[in-house]
């Protein structure tokens, strides 16, 4: 008798079912379990469901990862440069993202790597993009005549163009969708002034890379915030400067967290600039706080990892960019010399290969975020 019929005496691992498959529970029961990967169940004998080519399917098809791991990169302005070099140790390491979700300057690396991918070459690609960015004038120092000039309205617009111009330079065209990135999924962060939340570039993939980087960046007063339609769009580290929450939005399993914030006073110890950082590194704090408790609650592992320099940077110095560079790259290895947890996924085998170590074994087979499928050792006998 062909193996797959129902007249086929009936045994644990290939349950007999006479039911037509629409109206099998068994198969209904194998659907449902299958979400965590592949069948948990056993098989029902049904429309040849029960066949070892219908098993080897199964193992060939599964899911090989429950885990989404998101890189969130906070902003900071120039003390972007650490990210870079955060970015090369974890490369390294061999910890790679699934997920890349960015906010402010954050938002610019993380839009490079999205676009280049996440290797070597994109990472001394994005090196020399910070070479550039020391040069190019992006956020002035002269903050306090440029926040009374927007206050007066006299605005020209300078800081953003240079903006653009800068990423058009490295890439980020306006012609550059989220369709057309071949790197890790990207997300971009911004603050809507009318709406009073979070907008999230990247959902749709028809969307311009360039106009989410700039609405994400769009940091008072060097840049004034964006009209988007019925949107005013501000520097989305108003409302998540490390987007954890964002992340774990878009089922992120796991978040690495680059925190650019700057605790140390920056500038003069006299007139309001101290009191002004300290304000807006308190605001910070209990922001982060906040987005790792949701994550905690929602059983999301975070990775908080804290970028300083050897000594306070301001938003404006990217000609320290270069050093910053290096300061990152030694931050974050010792945080992983620190934090073992945080490490590279096992390698997952073939299907192939798992499938030929179970049937001479009947050993179940080591695959991250699998169901074993029971009695299926049974077949190496």
């Known amino acids: 008798m062909p193996l797959g019929t129902t007249e086929r005496e009936e045994n644990p691992l290939f349950p007999l079912c006479a039911e037509p498959e629409a109206n099998c529970t068994q198969v209904a029961q194998l659907r449902k379990s299958s979400r965590a990967g592949f069948a948990a169940a056993p098989l029902p004998f049904c429309c040849g469901r029960g066949t070892l080519v219908h098993v080897i399917k199964q193992i060939a098809a599964g899911k090989r990862s429950t885990t989404i791991r998101a890189f969130a990169l906070g902003g900071g302005g120039a003390r972007g440069a650490l990210q870079v070099g955060a970015l090369r140790a974890l490369l390294e390491a061999g910890i790679r993202p699934d997920m890349l979700v960015g906010t402010s300057i954050g938002a610019i690396n993380a839009a ?21 960015a020391a040069h190019a004038g992006l956020l002035p120092d002269n903050y306090v005549r440029i926040a009374f000039r927007a206050l007066m309205n006299r605005s020209r617009g300078e800081t953003v163009q240079r903006t653009r111009e800068f990423c058009v330079r490295h890439g980020l065209g306006p012609e550059l969708r989220f369709a057309d990135l071949q790197g890790p999924r990207l997300f971009v962060v911004s603050a809507d002034l ?4 979070i907008v999230l570039y990247g959902t749709d993939p028809a969307e311009s890379v360039l106009e989410g980087v700039l609405a994400s960046a769009a940091i008072p007063p ?29 089922d992120a399993t796991e978040v690495v967290a680059l925190d650019l914030d700057e605790p140390r006073p920056v500038g003069p110890a006299h007139g309001v600039g101290p009191f002004v950082s300290q304000v807006m590194h308190t605001i910070h704090e209990h ?26 940077v ?8 270069p050093a910053l560079v290096e300061v990152g790259y030694r931050c974050m290895r010792r945080y992983l010399a620190d934090h073992p947890e945080v490490s590279a996924p096992e390698p997952v085998l073939p299907w192939w290969r798992r499938l030929v170590r ?9 695959a991250r975020g699998r169901a074993t499928y029971p009695g299926l050792e049974e077949l190496g006998r």
Not at 194 to 197: I, W
Not at 228 to 242: E, P, T
């Open 194 to 197: 009318k709406g009073g939340g």
């Open 112 to 132: 490079y790597l999205a676009m280049h991918g996440f290797s070597n070459e994109a990472l001394t690609g994005l090196e020399a993009a910070w070479q550039d």
């Open 358 to 366: 179970r049937l001479s074994t009947g050993a179940a087979v080591p």
């Open 287 to 312: 922001q982060v706080q906040l987005e790792k408790q949701l994550a905690a609650a929602r059983g999301v592992l975070v990775h908080h990892i804290q970028l300083t320099g050897d000594a306070p």
């Open 222 to 250: 060097w840049i004034l915030p964006q009209l988007s339609g019925d949107r005013l769009l501000i520097d989305g580290g108003l409302l998540s400067n490390v987007p954890i929450e964002p992340a774990i939005g878009r």
């Open 314 to 321: 301001a938003l404006w110095e990217f000609d320290r960019a």
